[in-house]
């Protein structure tokens, strides 16, 4: 039987799951893997499924010729974590679990856009704080979100799964910056720039993959473009963003708020964008439902199951 580690502790039925065909080893802490153990577990283990801050690397990679670990079995989407190119010159796998996080996704946006826009975040610490002095016309006014511009940075299909939400439930018009044209199944208009977008934009949604190509994607002349009443809401990689032009941005009152499900040196918050009150911050929540994650662990398991069966696996990304 193939001897498999899973990097994180996962929920029950992905477990369960994986010990029906698999001799299981579950790490028991929730922190990232450190150089240390990911070279230990490539040459220890037949698979792994290792999750977002599992930093396999072309340098951890380059120790081994073909390591005993032939496949790393991304629980997430994005898999910008895993240098999958040099895991394919070592003969290792790499797969990820699209399409369960989706509609998860695409909720998480939705909680930053109307926190931000209507300034909830801002408006619930004064309650907390015994400062609100009742109802008045000027109190707390906020973005309205019916009927706004949306852009969505990167239309697959967590970008289409907010432009959807947004177009039939709150009227919105979309725009897209992306690669190529889509067919989306609703009225979206492709702009060619992003500072063009960025203009054009009442609400900014950042939904394209983490990788080399995008870091620092959305920076100073993005933010600059923008109009002094948007929003900008990440639900996709930390460092897509250029955090240090962004803080300096909203210090600037160049746009109008961010909504940040993830960080550039996630768990790492710079303390400029906590002292923010235009700034809504949450800890990575995107797919933090049980149903979700348990979808999310039966995709993967089914990912190891098919390559040691000698079946095309399903969600194979090298």
């Not at 990232?32 to 951890?60: C, F, H, K, N, W």
């Not at 989407?77 to 989706?102: F, K, L, M, Q, S």
């Not at 990167?154 to 177009?167: L, N, S």
């Not at 439902?289 to 190891?304: K, P, Q, S, Y």
């Amino acid at each position: 039987m193939k001897r498999i580690l899973l990097s994180r502790p996962m929920p029950p039925a992905t477990i369960e799951a994986a010990s029906r065909h698999f001799e299981v080893e579950i790490r028991d802490s929730t922190r990232p893997m450190s150089a240390a153990e990911i070279r230990s577990g490539l040459a220890v283990y037949d698979g792994m499924m290792v999750t977002l801050g599992d930093q396999v690397s072309a340098e951890v990679l380059q120790d081994f010729g073909r390591p005993r670990c032939k496949i790393l079995a991304n629980f997430g989407v994005g898999y910008n974590h895993i240098d999958a190119e040099a895991c394919r010159n070592h003969g290792v796998t790499v797969t990820n679990t699209p399409g369960a996080v989706t509609d998860a996704t695409a909720d998480v946006a939705m909680t930053l856009i109307l926190m931000a826009c209507r300034r909830a975040g801002e408006a619930e610490r004064l309650v907390r704080a015994g400062q609100w002095e009742g109802w008045h016309p000027t109190q707390m006014l906020g973005l309205h979100v019916t009927g706004r511009r949306l852009g969505v940075i990167g239309m697959g299909r967590i970008g289409q799964a907010v432009a959807r939400r947004c177009h039939f439930g709150f009227g919105m018009e979309v725009g897209y910056f992306n690669r190529s044209e889509k067919e989306t199944g609703f009225p979206a208009t492709r702009h060619e720039t992003l500072e063009g977008l960025a203009a054009w934009a009442d609400i900014l949604v950042v939904a394209t993959p983490g990788s080399a190509e995008t870091h620092h994607l959305v920076g100073a002349p993005v933010f600059a473009a923008m109009q002094p009443h948007a929003v900008l809401v990440n639900i996709a990689r930390g460092d897509i963003l250029d955090e240090e032009a962004l803080i300096a941005a909203l210090q600037a009152g160049q746009f109008g708020a961010v909504g940040l499900d993830v960080y550039e040196h996630e768990p790492h918050v710079p303390e400029a964008l906590l002292a923010l009150d235009n700034a809504v911050l949450l800890p990575h929540l995107g797919t933090a439902c049980l149903d979700v994650r348990e979808d999310m662990g039966a995709m993967a398991v089914e990912n190891l199951r098919a390559f040691f069966a000698g079946e095309d696996c399903p969600n194979r990304v090298n």
